[in-house]
């Protein structure tokens, strides 16, 4: 995967500008021999221009066809999974601030996006501590009480225990960091898993107890919202 990735940013980022720069260079060359096509020199450079367009417009299409499925897949990379960006002829460093912005937020889909990462799910055992008369769920995580929106909560009868679920993603060719590419992701939350023997289980908020919100970073996991 290396090798293809490179190769494909090797034609979209210095190729084609190269090829640009030639084809602006040809363009005005032939434009100012128009009024002398008779002229030797004229056909020459008209003929020139003409095969180099010819050759350009082959090489062109045939690695768009060869590299066109990653370069649509480069639009998903970022300050989360990347640690520069591309440019025409030089490279654009992300700023700490940018980075550190993007790697704690909830950014799965640039991950699994840009096709350069193998998922992985991660289970995590929990405590159940039950609904409150709101209908508000809480889990015990790490030492911690958090407030659980029912809607990442499913009961299922073959659960034992209640777990959190996530995802995270790892380089398919460690190589690709020599591209900028950070190794692995973060967790990635999914789901809380309850057994449904637990479903009517209540819980009584204390009146000094700290409630936190499950949001952005619970556990070292990433929350969305």
């Not at 084609?16 to 084809?23: E, H, P, Y």
């Not at 370069?71 to 002829?89: I, L, T």
């Not at 912005?101 to 909830?106: C, D, E, G, K, T």
């Not at 777990?163 to 789901?191: A, C, H, M, N, P």
Request: charged fraction near 20%.
């Amino acid at each position: 995967m290396y090798e293809q990735w490179l190769a494909m940013e090797q034609f979209y980022y210095e190729d084609v500008g190269v090829i640009l720069i030639f084809f602006i260079i040809g363009a005005i060359l032939s434009i100012s021999t128009i009024s002398h096509l008779s002229h030797w020199f004229s056909k020459v450079v008209n003929g020139i221009f003409l095969v180099f367009v010819i050759i350009s417009g082959i090489f062109i299409f045939n690695n768009i066809n060869q590299h066109g499925e990653l370069m649509a897949k480069a639009k998903y990379v970022s300050p989360a999974n990347r640690d520069f960006k591309r440019n025409v002829y030089r490279d654009e460093q992300y700023s700490a601030t940018s980075k550190n912005l993007f790697r704690n937020a909830y950014m799965s889909q640039h991950f699994e996006g840009v096709g350069l990462y193998q998922s992985k799910e991660f289970v995590e055992e929990v405590e159940y501590l039950g609904r409150d008369s709101k209908g508000y769920l809480y889990f015990q995580i790490d030492g911690n009480i958090y407030l659980v929106l029912e809607s990442v909560v499913t009961f299922e009868d073959e659960q034992t225990t209640a777990i959190r679920v996530g995802k995270g993603y790892k380089l398919i060719d460690e190589k690709l960091t020599e591209l900028g590419f950070v190794s692995q992701s973060r967790i990635f939350f999914q789901e809380f898993r309850v057994p449904n023997s637990m479903i009517d289980k209540e819980f009584e908020r204390e009146q000094n107890s700290i409630i936190m919100q499950h949001k952005e970073i619970v556990a070292k996991w990433v929350t969305p919202g």
